[in-house]
């Protein structure tokens, strides 16, 4: 007989036994789809959202500019060099920007902050967290104008409002210190604390007047991407142009350190739990795939005895424990499909627990508890639970080919 055949009617026949063990594989998928999924998704969530807060999927700035950012550091000939990025497969936005400290003052109040120029031809919510997170006013149409975009913290704390006058003190290339009035335009409400309490968005034309900058000059060139599992790639394509001669090129990961160390750890607790649940599904599979085996010994001895060899023996086993895994596998996505439906497309909402600030490592995160599996999780998940189960009946298949059949024969 076909040995899957038989294999086939021999998980069967402990059909209780058989559906227990494949619902525990069924479950097991669909913990790691979620604990997969869920990565997935808020990691990705989590990097497009760091990207769009001003440095980019890739940061191109000038050498030395991470250990010491300073604005006497800056690029020249910046917007032909933004060009040419812009026309790379893969990039979705390129946009100059000059981001540095300040100090801002109204009539009432002074605090410190941190701006970013942008020339709001090339700036979007799509690409601008801040732009996204306007709830009052509108962002400056100008790039040489008098306009100013700030956090709504900030603004309670210097007490303005749409319209009011703010002026931002500086220091341009030559260390010298440099002033500039502003009107508020908008502001903005994030959600992170820190990014509403001291962040604002001036002009670019405007800043590099003020600046001493050349109309060309900029600190930094944010490369948004459409994927961000690609960011490595993109770096070095950028890198490699004639116009990157002499600047620094990097990703998110450098340009944002602390957001690049909790994902990392956070990746670490989902692999242990990823391991944990594989551990579960093996151990279940190996318990049935035993038991199995040590019941059947005399007829496998019967079987050993009318020619079958142990390695044909060794086989059958190995094949039941295929189907296992082949039904385990179909029950899981059976199990998991409404389910992963509902992350993707619902969710979850966690927001109480998060409180008023939405962030995690200085990063917005979606209160929102969803998933989303690239394909190659899914290859993943279903190549992993599928070599668990097949490692699983190694040693039930050695035990079963290992029984002398005259041993096997005297078991009753």
Same mark, same amino acid.
């Given at each position: ?16 036994? *058989? ?19 869920? +990565? ?17 999927? =890739? ?75 306007? =709830? ?54 994030? +959600? ?5 309490? $001291? ?38 394509? $950028? ?11 990097? *990703?998110?990961?450098?340009?944002? !350190?602390?957001?690049? +160390? ?15 649940? +594989? ?5 279940? $599979? ?6 199995? =085996?040590?019941?059947? *010994? ?39 499909? !409404? ?27 979606? !209160? =929102? ?34 029984? !002398? ?8």
């Amino acid at each position: 007989m076909n040995l899957h055949k038989l294999a086939w009617r021999n998980i069967w026949r402990r059909k209780r036994r *058989t559906l227990i063990t494949a619902f525990s594989i069924g479950f097991g998928v669909m913990l790691s789809v979620t604990f997969t999924g869920s +990565g997935d998704y808020t990691y990705t969530n989590m990097i497009d959202t760091g990207a769009s807060m001003g440095m980019g999927h =890739v940061t191109v700035e000038p050498i030395g500019y991470q250990l010491k950012p300073t604005l006497d550091k800056r690029l020249t000939a910046a917007g032909r060099l933004r060009a040419r990025i812009a026309g790379i497969d893969g990039v979705s936005d390129a946009t100059l920007r000059i981001t540095g400290q300040a100090m801002f003052a109204s009539a009432r109040q002074s605090v410190g902050g941190g701006f970013i120029a942008v020339d709001p031809a090339f700036e979007t919510p799509g690409n601008n967290l801040l732009l996204r997170s306007l =709830v009052e006013g509108a962002m400056f149409n100008d790039g040489d104008g008098l306009g100013i975009v700030i956090g709504s913290k900030l603004a309670q704390r210097l007490q303005v409002t749409i319209g009011k006058k703010i002026v931002y003190t500086t220091t341009d290339v030559s260390g010298e210190i440099v002033s500039n009035i502003a009107r508020v335009s908008g502001i903005f409400t994030t +959600g992170i604390d820190m990014v509403d309490g $001291i962040m604002v968005l001036l002009p670019i034309g405007s800043v590099q007047k003020t600046l001493n900058y050349a109309r060309d000059e900029a600190t930094v060139i944010a490369v948004i991407i459409r994927d961000q599992r690609h960011a490595e790639g993109m770096r070095d394509a $950028i890198a490699a142009l004639p116009e990157a001669a002499g600047v620094a090129v990097v *990703t998110w990961k450098q340009s944002q !350190p602390d957001l690049a +160390g909790v994902i990392a750890f956070d990746k670490a607790g989902n692999y242990i739990s990823q391991f944990l649940v +594989g551990l579960l599904i093996a151990v279940g $599979i190996l318990n049935t795939m035993l038991m199995s =085996v040590l019941e059947r *010994t005399r007829e496998f001895g019967v079987m050993m005895a009318i020619g079958m060899a142990p390695g044909t023996l060794f086989r059958l086993i190995m094949v039941e424990s295929f189907w296992l895994a082949v039904v385990g596998l179909l029950l899981g996505i059976i199990i998991t499909a !409404p389910w992963y439906y509902f992350l993707y497309h619902t969710g979850i909402d966690f927001s109480s627990a998060f409180g008023t600030d939405f962030s995690y490592g200085g990063v917005l995160v979606d !209160p =929102v508890f969803k998933a989303r599996l690239f394909k190659e999780s899914v290859m993943a998940i279903l190549g992993g639970v599928f070599m668990l189960s097949l490692l699983a009946g190694l040693y039930p298949a050695w035990r079963a080919g290992r029984i !002398p059949p005259v041993e096997s024969l005297k078991t009753i």
